[in-house]
């Protein structure tokens, strides 16, 4: 019998009960830099193995949230797919070039397609295979597989080596001996990699405007899981529902789901089509650089930006630290609902005429709805999940709330 999901809503209260053990998770996740983008689109694939319900004892919400926060699993290799459907706008390929020269491109490494910064921003549209493992906080492979070809980026010990065999080419940094330390006291501020780093980033948005329940159970790559649902009370998200699945016998989420409240197919789903917890042979973490190929060293590394170093701007960053790279960054609003705003000290909003080079400022516009309120007029650039009002006296706001939210929000923070 699925799991009775009548009793099963927990509240604030007891999530709070059990916040602060999720946050002693395993780090054994697979390279941070890598799911850069990823963490800031969300990817995923509607690939959730159905093969009949398993029959699992009875558990509620708050126990299953513990489950997780005491999931102690470090050693695994497997294969994730990942799906993004942000509905952007098809660009023929240029918004990839885009993202691919706003990211690499300079000195140290980051002209190289070896370079992870750059290379991983693939990630934020389509689908993808990639291959994981990892063996403890200081071995981590990730492999992006391609046509004909495959990128690889691999953590182990104090060395970072991103190899691309289509090119040859190849990237390399290092870790000091501190980074490793403090990245695990510092996990909780690392994009996600796994079905695991999404769904902490998950609950850490669950508080009062939030329905958690389980609801059924799954397998998924072959195993039985628990089904976590966590719901927006409020109207106004564009978040309908996050599904995790979660491993019953290790409480490691193995896939999540988010689906837009406006309908249709998910916005992000990443998940496990194959996984093992048998340690990963040794050498799948050995490295060394192909005959003939270009390596590219990044001399600029800075141990608390991660687990593969990387320089500091490259790395996840606070609210604190984004603060302080805007003018008066806040927030309005509450829970799902919460719009962040900051003044771009422009004085203007989309750049026009030569200051966007000809036609690039009314191109730009094309791609947004123009709105108007009490805040003056503005431009709202649109996707299935994130909302951005840009307006014309240079402020932005930006939420994963609808248009006409973010409106409101603009309106009342006037």
């Given at each position: ?40 689109t ?117 060395d ?22 403090d ?62 699945a ?23 789903d ?5 996984v ?91 791609l947004?709805?123009?709105?108007k ?5 503005g ?23 609808t248009?006409?939210?973010l ?8």
């Amino acid at each position: 019998m699925a799991p009775n999901e009548t009793d099963d809503t927990t509240t604030a209260g007891e999530v709070d009960e059990v916040r602060a053990g999720r946050r002693r998770a395993a780090r054994y996740v697979v390279p941070v830099t890598v799911m850069g983008v990823a963490a800031a689109t969300i990817g995923l694939v509607p690939a959730l193995a159905d093969s009949g319900d398993p029959d699992l004892p009875e558990i509620t919400a708050a126990q299953l949230i513990e489950k997780i926060a005491q999931s102690d699993v470090e050693r695994l290799s497997g294969t994730v797919k990942i799906t993004t459907d942000l509905g952007l706008p098809n660009l023929g390929g240029l918004e990839s070039g885009l993202l691919s020269g706003a990211a690499g491109g300079g000195e140290d490494g980051e002209g190289s397609s070896a370079d992870p910064s750059g290379r991983l921003t693939e990630l934020a549209s389509g689908t993808h295979t990639l291959r994981v493992a990892a063996d403890g906080p200081d071995r981590q492979k990730l492999s992006l597989l391609e046509d004909a070809a495959e990128y690889s980026l691999i953590h182990n010990g104090k060395d970072v080596w991103g190899y691309d065999s289509a090119s040859n080419e190849v990237y390399h940094s290092t870790v000091g001996e501190a980074g490793a330390a403090d990245t695990a006291r510092r996990g909780e501020q690392r994009p996600p990699a796994t079905p695991k780093d999404f769904a902490e980033e998950a609950l850490k948005a669950v508080d009062d405007t939030t329905s958690v329940k389980v609801d059924g159970t799954a397998q998924v790559a072959g195993r039985d899981a628990y089904r976590l649902v966590i719901e927006p009370k409020q109207s106004g998200s564009t978040v309908g529902a996050v599904s995790i699945a979660v491993d019953h016998k290790t409480g490691m989420p193995l896939k999540v789901t988010l689906t837009p409240s406006s309908g249709g197919s998910a916005v992000v789903d990443v998940g496990f089509t194959q996984v093992s917890f048998d340690r990963p042979d040794a050498s799948t973490f050995a490295f060394t650089p192909p005959k003939g190929a270009k390596v590219a060293e990044d001399t600029e590394q800075d141990p608390r930006h991660g687990d593969f170093g990387g320089k500091p701007e490259r790395g996840p960053k606070s609210e604190e630290d984004l603060a302080k790279g805007f003018d008066g960054l806040t927030m309005l609003g509450e829970g799902w609902n919460s719009v962040a705003t900051f003044d771009t000290g422009s004085g203007s909003g989309l750049p026009t005429g030569e200051e966007a080079g000809g036609d690039l400022g009314g191109f730009l516009g094309s791609l947004g709805d123009p709105v108007k309120g009490d805040f003056g007029t503005g431009t709202v650039f649109s996707t299935r999940l994130v909302n951005a009002l840009i307006t014309d006296d240079g402020k932005v706001y930006v939420g994963t709330v609808t248009k006409d939210a973010l409106v409101k929000a603009a309106e009342a923070g006037k």
